[in-house]
């Protein structure tokens, strides 16, 4: 019975441990920081991770799928900077639909490369985080954007608006995550996604055209990216060349955090919304209790080391390797 008792616990540890730390976390920082639960503070910690959390739906469909994506965070200050500079030229009604195009293309090669060309995902991505950048910063001239006047444009409701007193990039947030859930647990396309990262070679031999759903989903990203973007954007009607570096990581904690495996073939856009609340409130959380912005690095970094150990754990359903 003891050895039954213990296998139980670490079988649940392995699979609900996440979550188990997160609500210690919820109880510590609120007995620190009475403000913590303040729902003024609640929401601005949704709010403010509105944008990482549009990305990490995205990217929920590539790590299913069996891939990996570090190129979001680039993607993010490209389509930032594009739709700043286009504001100011063509104006903010065909600024936003070429940024969309521009970002999309970006993730169509990514998918090309990955889908069609069967390359390794970690290096192309990496290799593209590289690449996006530059072009970034070649499109920037090195230099930061602005919107000319802030005043005379409407262009600010994406990230500023409010309706019904819920921000826009909430609302933006729920209605992605509601639309692309939906496609990722009832339609023909998620059930493929889930086959080809399960066993890509069985979905092969099934009839799944493993190529285009790889491709679609690097697509999807693209897309969740460009609206993470215009967001970013809108909210402060200007921005740094590098505004998305280092998000690839907060990223990819978000979605591992939400019990998407990085072997491929499990996950679920509402665990990912999960995930990013949890960073969300964890990185709130140290700033209230006094810790400075930069210990979130570590603490993002021990996050991933122990979503990964959680995963894998859940896999074998042991927390420890029967292998000394």
């Known amino acids: 019975m003891s050895g039954l008792t213990k296998q139980n616990i670490g079988s649940f540890l392995a699979r609900q441990g996440i979550l188990v730390a997160f609500a210690l976390f919820m109880i510590g920082f609120t007995l620190a920081n009475g403000r913590f639960l303040d729902p003024d503070n ?6 403010s991770s509105a944008i990482l959390g549009v990305m990490a739906l995205g990217v929920t ?5 069996g891939n990996l994506d570090l190129s979001v965070g680039s993607m993010m200050s490209f389509s930032t900077i594009v739709v700043l500079d286009l504001h100011d030229k063509i104006g903010p009604t065909l600024a936003i639909p070429a ?10 090669l990514i998918g090309f490369l990955v889908g069609y060309l069967k390359l390794n995902s970690l290096i192309v991505t990496l290799g593209m985080l590289s690449a996006i950048h530059g072009l970034t910063l070649t499109w920037s001239g090195g230099k930061n954007m602005d919107i000319a006047d802030k005043e005379a444009t409407w262009f600010g409701i994406f990230g500023q608006g409010e309706i019904i007193g819920i921000p826009v990039p909430i609302l933006i947030f729920a209605l992605l995550a509601s639309v692309l859930g939906l496609i990722l647990a009832k339609t023909p396309f ?3 996604v889930y086959a080809v990262g399960g066993n890509g070679t069985a979905a092969t031999f099934s009839g799944i055209r493993r190529a285009r759903v790889v491709f679609s989903c690097y697509l999807m990203s693209s897309f969740c990216v460009a609206t993470a973007g215009l967001i970013q954007a809108s909210r402060s009607m200007g921005s740094q060349n590098t505004v998305g570096q280092g998000l690839e990581l907060e990223v990819l904690a978000a979605v591992i955090l939400g019990g998407a495996s990085l072997l491929g073939g499990s996950g679920t856009i509402f665990k990912t919304v999960i995930g990013v609340l949890i960073l969300g409130f964890i990185q709130n959380g140290l700033l209230l209790v006094g ?4 210990v979130q690095y570590v603490v993002t970094w021990v996050i991933i080391i122990l979503a990964v150990w959680l995963d894998i754990a859940a896999k074998r359903g042991k927390l420890w390797s029967p292998i000394a």
Not at 42 to 47: F, Q
């Open 42 to 47: 609640v929401m601005g910690v949704v709010r």
């Open 61 to 65: 469909f590539v790590v299913i799928s």
């Open 99 to 108: 940024m969309f195009a521009l970002t999309l293309c970006l993730g169509a």
């Open 190 to 192: 998620g059930r493929k």
């Open 291 to 294: 810790l400075q912005f930069y």
